[in-house]
T-cell receptor, first 115, second 109 residues
Framework: DTGVSQDPRHKITKRGQNVTFRCDPISEHNRLYWYRQTLGQGPEFLTYFQNEAQLEKSRLLSDRFSAERPKGSFSTLEIQRTEQGDSAMYLC?????????????FGSGTRLTVV | TQLLEQSPQFLSIQEGENLTVYCNSSSVFSSLQWYRQEPGEGPVLLVTVVTGGEVKKLKRLTFQFGDARKDSSLHITAAQPGDTGLYLCAHNYGQNFVFGPGTRLSVLP
């Protein structure tokens, strides 16, 4: 296992289009998180899965955002009707219950640019 | 949400210099993490501190957790260009972590 993988690394889209990102966590990690990071800021929590259950969603996650983890393995984050304010780095991280207090393993992120 | 403040926001130094960056809050934390993030990559965990007054060393990096567990510092000795990056502190909040805004360090050769 080579860590947390995210695809694509970069995405440029026109305003109003829908985009979907994928995250493959470390295989033995049952917890998966999505964060968003804008320039000059630290990552901001979006949502969290334990296995296939989405247990927590931030107020940052508007109705245009939806995340799934259908089989408790990979996850997708979809943004509908993208807006320029959605431009950011979208980071996925995973952890196991035994190591949750020891921090996450992050992927390299998907950088979204909405033009 | 318990906010974390980091200072300085930006730091540019010459190779070989020493530096300290800070992470502060008015709240008490059970643990605190430090991450380093290189441009275009995700953050990488450096260390977790859990005990007030704890000092951890990672090669040229020294991390300290304040006695009252409200603040932490990261000291880098003889900085190298490879230390360049965004240094983030984070604390556990429920089932997720809350991050500070980071200190952006640039080490010039």
């Amino acid at each position: 296992d080579t860590g947390v993988s995210q695809d694509p690394r970069h995405k440029i889209t026109k305003r109003g289009q829908n985009v979907t990102f994928r995250c493959d966590p470390i295989s033995e990690h049952n917890r998966l998180y999505w964060y968003r990071q804008t320039l000059g800021q630290g990552p901001e929590f979006l949502t969290y899965f334990q296995n296939e259950a989405q247990l927590e969603k931030s107020r940052l996650l508007s109705d245009r955002f939806s995340a799934e983890r259908p089989k408790g393995s990979f996850s997708t984050l979809e943004i509908q009707r993208t807006e320029q304010g959605d431009s950011a780095m979208y980071l996925c991280a995973s952890s196991s219950p035994l190591t949750v207090l020891s921090g996450y393993t992050f992927g390299s992120g998907t950088r979204l640019t909405v033009v | 949400t318990q906010l974390l403040e980091q200072s300085p926001q930006f730091l540019s130094i010459q190779e070989g210099e020493n530096l300290t960056v800070y992470c502060n809050s008015s709240s008490v934390f059970s643990s605190l993490q430090w991450y380093r993030q290189e441009p275009g990559e995700g953050p990488v965990l450096l260390v977790t501190v859990v005990t007030g007054g704890e000092v951890k060393k990672l090669k040229r990096l020294t991390f300290q957790f304040g006695d009252a567990r409200k603040d932490s510092s990261l000291h880098i000795t003889a900085a190298q260009p490879g230390d360049t990056g965004l240094y983030l502190c984070a604390h556990n909040y429920g089932q997720n972590f809350v991050f500070g805004p980071g200190t952006r360090l640039s080490v010039l050769p």
